[in-house]
């Protein structure tokens, strides 16, 4: 992927991590472009980064392989529109990270035919531990599906979609899913305090056992179900505290609320598809 020209449509956090994540990876800082219209954003851009940054979207995707529109959804249609001349001329692969866009929606802006991948990362993709989903329409070639791989396994691991409607599904679980998380390390965190811990040693206590039985689950062959109860004495402090959790229908609870998470990300697709 080395001679591949990368042009980012958009300079916030997302496309910060990428252009980061890219650049450790070995991609080369002239083979990246980004269009940012703040001019202090783009002198922070060249600063950090040793890239070229331009005010202008057109200038910035000339001649791009790959344009990642990472801009806020509500301005993907009119910057899709824009630049659809250009894109379809160039016959350059469009990388959507804005969450809720849908894949028919941006190739009807470009024209009806362009070859788009919608990309759902998550916000640890900032700290290049990010979970992303990928669907391909079906004007991708393998080349340019595997030019998407890359580039979103730059900050983390990726997976492909056979269907863009699980999309939904995948918002709830990783796309929202740091949210849970630090809703449950918060709980953790106010629960320790309240039994007498310091706050900064609850959060250490918290954080690192989060850390470790992440970094356990990924690194085991075991299921989070069997290794749950593996560290689950009966008759334990363990078996006291998950009883509790049960009779709480904690399982019920996170059902509910990812269903919650699937149903709005349904109803953000649709509005946004009618600009």
Do not use: C
């Not at 894109?87 to 009807?108: K, P, T, Y």
């Not at 560290?231 to 019920?252: H, I, R």
């Amino acid at each position: 992927m080395s001679e591949k020209i990368i042009a980012f449509v958009g300079g916030g956090n997302m496309a910060r991590s990428l252009i980061g994540g890219l650049i450790a990876d070995g991609h080369p800082h002239a083979g990246l472009r980004i269009a940012e219209p703040d001019a202090g954003r783009r002198e922070a851009l060249i600063e950090d980064f040793g890239i070229q940054a331009f005010e202008e979207n057109a200038t910035a995707i000339r001649g791009a392989d790959a344009v990642i529109l990472a801009v806020k959804p509500p301005l993907i249609a009119e910057v899709a529109r824009d630049l659809a001349g250009q894109i379809r001329e160039q016959g350059s692969l469009v990388i959507s990270v804005a969450a809720g866009v849908r894949s028919a929606d941006i190739a009807s802006w470009l024209g009806g035919d362009a070859p788009v991948v919608r990309a759902m990362p998550n916000t640890p993709a900032l700290v290049q531990t990010g979970a992303t989903a990928l669907y391909a329409n079906q004007a991708v070639t393998a080349a340019q599906h595997d030019l998407a791989e890359t580039t979103l396994r730059a900050v983390g691991m990726v997976v492909w979609l056979p269907d863009e409607e699980q999309m939904d599904a995948v918002t709830a679980v990783s796309g929202s899913g740091p949210a849970y998380f630090f809703l449950t390390m918060q709980a953790m965190q106010s629960a320790g305090e309240s039994m007498g811990l310091s706050s900064e040693t609850a959060r250490l206590l918290t954080l690192e056992t989060a850390l470790g039985a992440a970094r356990m689950a990924l690194e085991s062959s075991e299921d989070p179900a069997s290794l749950r109860r593996r560290v689950t004495s009966p008759g334990g402090t363990t078996a006291a505290a998950t009883q509790v959790l049960e009779d709480g229908d904690l399982a019920g609870l996170y059902r509910r609320a990812l269903q919650a998470a699937a149903r709005r990300a349904h109803e953000i697709g649709d509005e946004l598809g009618d600009q």
